[in-house]
């Protein structure tokens, strides 16, 4: 039986007395419910304090990239930010930009005087362009390779600088009579430009003391894109990104990444850079004078942009890891509305895209060149790899 305790006398009484037997003293009734109470206080501070934890993350995380801008970047300068709808602007070249000047982060650099003596010979005049594209690429390891060229159908393939420096990263001129691209022929990787008609080729920037990388010319013919770092540094490591205005004045513009890519329309251009220990994808503004980032969904790193040739359009490769650069898939963003991206293809390596005014997306795979349509639809091999036995990579579609 039960037993309520006098706190007066300590005389044990029925559990439903309400006065003591003993000295009449009141008996106080038990607290009832007071752990319980205890139990719901702590279940709903846990609650509360979980939902504040959800809300932050998904603000932080889901939110904040997409209506947010000015994020902190991990570029030197000028500093990258989540890319905000970006507003139409006129067309200018670069140097006509409003924005304010950049002060070149190294000394003025001019081809040297000294030419190697192979011909050199003067661009060809602008002839009308062929009916159908043509794809440059590579051919061989990162390292030791040749730069070849094919008809847009895959067929009458024909190597354009075949010779036992390393020559790779083809970009076309605007008339598409020539190709420009890095050799390491002169002792440090520099940038040179050969006839794809004759095979003559010539030293476009020569410069011992840097390696010049990833050239890629403006539509309009008069300027060039490249990354450069001081001789002999990784070539899987950001530069400073420099712009040749032909034919010999160049101006670094502050910003450290690699192939970099001209916007059709010349507003701008896309580039790879290191953010928070990954490979991004970013896009420069001139006139607004900083960098967007694209690629904030990548989780694994994303490089190699490449532009539609209506400007409207950005397609890249995500990579199968942080550190493992081999491509796993290739994304297309939408640009000048809002940030997003759609998964176009993967399977065998997908990467280095490039998009044809023909409509058709070439890329480097596990299987060799293989092309796809910009819906998704359509993917098939164009140069299979076991028509050479060796890797082909970086295929470039002729504007």
Excluded at 153 to 172: F, L, M, N
Excluded at 296 to 321: I, K, Q, T
Aim: negative net charge.
């Amino acid at each position: 039986m039960r037993v309520r305790y006098c706190p007066e006398c300590g005389m044990a009484n029925p559990e439903e007395a309400r006065y003591c037997g003993r000295c009449g003293a009141l008996l106080r009734r038990p607290r009832r419910g007071v752990f319980r109470a205890l139990l719901w206080g702590v279940l709903s501070l846990t609650a509360l304090f979980g939902g504040v934890a959800a809300g932050y993350w998904i603000t932080m995380n889901l939110l904040l990239p997409y209506f947010v801008s000015g994020a902190p970047s991990a570029l030197e300068s000028p500093e990258a930010t989540l890319a905000p709808p970006l507003t139409p602007v006129e067309t200018v070249l670069p140097e006509e930009a409003e924005a304010p000047p950049l002060a070149p982060a190294f000394p003025i650099l001019t081809p040297s005087p000294t030419p190697l003596p192979l011909s050199p010979t003067p661009l060809p005049s602008p002839t009308p362009k062929p009916s159908l594209p043509r794809l440059a690429f590579v051919a061989g390891d990162v390292g030791r390779a040749d730069i070849y060229v094919a008809e847009a159908d895959g067929s009458g393939i024909r190597c354009v600088v075949c010779q036992p420096p390393d020559d790779a990263e083809p970009g076309w001129s605007p008339d598409e009579q020539n190709l420009v691209y890095q050799s390491n022929e002169a002792g440090s990787y520099d940038l040179w430009v050969v006839d794809v008609e004759t095979g003559v080729r010539r030293p476009l920037l020569l410069t011992p003391e840097w390696d010049e990388r990833e050239p890629d010319w403006s539509r309009d013919g008069r300027a060039i894109l490249f990354q450069r770092n001081p001789r002999g540094a990784s070539a899987n490591r950001s530069g400073e990104i420099c712009m040749l205005v032909l034919p010999d004045s160049v101006r670094c513009l502050g910003i450290r990444g690699r192939g970099p890519a001209w916007r059709p329309d010349g507003r701008g251009f896309a580039y790879m850079a290191e953010q928070g220990g990954l490979w991004h994808i970013f896009y420069y503004d001139f006139q607004a004078g900083k960098s967007f980032w694209i690629s904030v969904f990548c989780s694994n790193g994303c490089r190699w942009p490449a532009w539609s040739p209506d400007g409207r359009y950005l397609v890249y490769h995500e990579l199968v890891a942080p550190r493992d650069f081999r491509p796993l898939a290739i994304y297309s963003t939408v640009m000048d509305t809002e940030v997003n991206y759609r998964l176009l293809t993967t399977g065998d390596h997908p990467g280095r895209p490039s998009w044809s005014e023909s409509g058709w997306i070439a890329m480097n795979t596990d299987r060799g060149i293989e092309v796809i349509r910009p819906d998704g639809t359509g993917r098939r091999v164009l140069i299979p790899r076991g028509r050479f036995g060796i890797d082909l990579w970086a295929p470039a579609w002729s504007r």
